[in-house]
């Protein structure tokens, strides 16, 4: 038997203004705070564009977070609510009752939408304001320029509809509108066009970068001084950079794009993907580091024994987190310089990432001591490597004693493959079962993973569908 549940008082009064926008409109300057989201997610969702064009002048909250009813962006919404603003930045001084200084269109401020929107939760009277709101005299007040924060995803040949409005709107009121964006990432579209958006851009405002482009190094070296700009930036990325052919002036377009990190006194994660113009010229691009890391990632690259020298020696590192340097041929490097890179982060090293480094055996027995100092590791992926039973062996063995470590993905033995290089199953089964008797003869608890490389489910050159072995009761994978 099912339960009626009438509708809340609430609820009918919103619908009851809705029918009549006219009166929805000329009621707002009475209309409780209270009844303010609810009302306006009503005309979100009925599209009534006046009277969210109405709400926007009247809206008695510092932030309105739009981007938290637009699953998808909605040209026509944000067309409604731009001719609010529109009319707002026309006046000379702000309305009573309008609180407005941020116009929200990242995906957030859910929770917002949902305390008012009638559920279980108790709306103390305190609660009417958001926590950045000031209390300021009833009067009218000079305007301030609006924030308008948006998480850009510049991705294509050209801006879609959304973008394209919003942009053409910024930049003619550029003098009343600041274009505020914590989460920058670009992926594809022609150079110009990226420098236009980001010029109307505060660039102080980014705090994570992504650059996902096949750019030219001069095209690179262009977009460096905005990234100089972006002095408040905490991670960046920079990922797949072409250098396939030689440039004039390649030398002085690496100094343009290493000069500027040290202008990022906030960076605290930095990741660089398959950039292969750091060749030889590393310690450029370490020397202006200006504070601690967190994390480095520097994977698909080539770097020279100078390189990693230089890395080695970096004060800036002394403190990471996070270490990935998959991708990076090691078989070939001096023997001594990956081990004095781990002595010099064993203290706060908790991720370590060695995937596909052409690490054999007596590599990794050379790294075994300084990795078995690191008391703070918990994730340790060596997967991709070449390495035998015995070695692998002694490094469960040296790492057994690191209390933090529990996440743990090793290759497949050498031992499980043909002459030929073909994965033979009945030797991997045989490998396995002498993995768990050196993990039963440790004597405690243990799970690590074995993955093969190409995948033996999809054949794929991946590491998906590791293999766990496990003993004990150990459940923390």
């Not at 009851?16 to 006219?22: I, K, M, Q, V």
């Not at 990922?239 to 390649?250: G, P, R, T, Y």
């Not at 020696?313 to 998959?326: A, D, R, T, V």
Request: proline share 5%; glycine share 4%; aromatic share 6%.
């Amino acid at each position: 038997m099912s339960t009626w549940n009438p509708p809340r008082l609430l609820d009918q009064a919103v619908m009851s203004l809705l029918r009549d926008e006219a009166l929805a409109i000329s009621a707002l300057e009475y209309l409780p705070i209270e009844l303010f989201p609810q009302l306006f997610m009503e005309a979100f969702y009925w599209s009534c564009r006046e009277t969210l064009k109405a709400m926007v002048q009247a809206w008695p909250f510092v932030r309105l977070p739009l981007g938290g009813l637009m699953e998808m962006p909605h040209l026509g919404t944000l067309q409604a609510v731009l001719d609010g603003l529109d009319v707002l930045l026309s006046q000379k001084d702000q309305p009573r009752r309008c609180k407005l200084q941020v116009l929200d269109l990242r995906n957030t401020g859910q929770d917002f939408w949902r305390m008012w929107s009638g559920s279980s939760i108790q709306v103390s009277s305190s609660s009417l304001e958001e926590p950045v709101a000031k209390k300021r005299p009833r009067t009218h007040r000079t305007l301030a320029p609006l924030e308008v924060f948006i998480e850009l995803h510049i991705n294509g040949r050209i801006m879609d509809g959304f973008l394209a409005y919003l942009m053409r709107w910024v930049e003619e009121r550029k003098a009343s509108i600041h274009l505020c964006c914590r989460k920058l990432k670009i992926e594809s579209m022609p150079r110009d066009n990226i420098m236009k958006i980001l010029s109307m851009v505060q660039l102080d405002c980014v705090e994570e970068v992504r650059v996902n482009c096949t750019w030219q190094l001069s095209s690179l070296a262009v977009f460096a001084p905005l990234l100089g700009q972006m002095s408040n930036v905490q991670r960046l990325l920079l990922s797949h950079m072409d250098v396939s052919a030689l440039e004039d002036q390649e030398e002085q377009h690496v100094v343009q794009i290493t000069s500027q990190f040290l202008r990022l006194h906030c960076l605290q994660d930095l990741f660089l993907v398959s950039t292969f113009f750091l060749e030889g010229c590393l310690d450029q691009m370490l020397r202006c580091l200006t504070n601690p890391l967190d994390t480095l990632g520097i994977t698909h690259c080539l770097l020279t024994n100078s390189d990693l020298t230089h890395l080695s020696q970096c004060p800036n590192i002394s403190q990471l987190k996070g270490l990935n340097l998959s991708g990076v041929t090691l078989t070939y490097s001096s023997p001594e310089l990956l081990p004095g890179l781990l002595e010099k982060v064993a203290a706060t090293l908790q991720e370590l990432y060695l995937d596909q480094c052409g690490i054999m055996d007596s590599q990794l027995e050379a790294i075994l001591p300084a990795l078995s100092h690191c008391f703070q590791l918990n994730f340790f992926s060596i997967r991709g490597n070449f390495l035998s039973m015995a070695v692998m062996d002694k490094m469960l063995r040296h790492t057994s004693a690191l209390p933090s470590l529990c996440q743990e993905l090793y290759p497949v033995p050498q031992e499980s493959f043909s002459s030929l290089g073909i994965l033979q199953l009945g030797r991997l089964a045989q490998c396995r079962a002498e993995l768990l008797e050196i993990l039963k003869d440790l004597g405690h608890p243990r799970t690590i993973w074995i993955s093969s490389s190409p995948c033996l489910h999809c054949g794929e050159d991946t590491f998906n569908h590791p293999e766990p072995i496990t003993y004990g009761s150990n459940t923390s994978a």
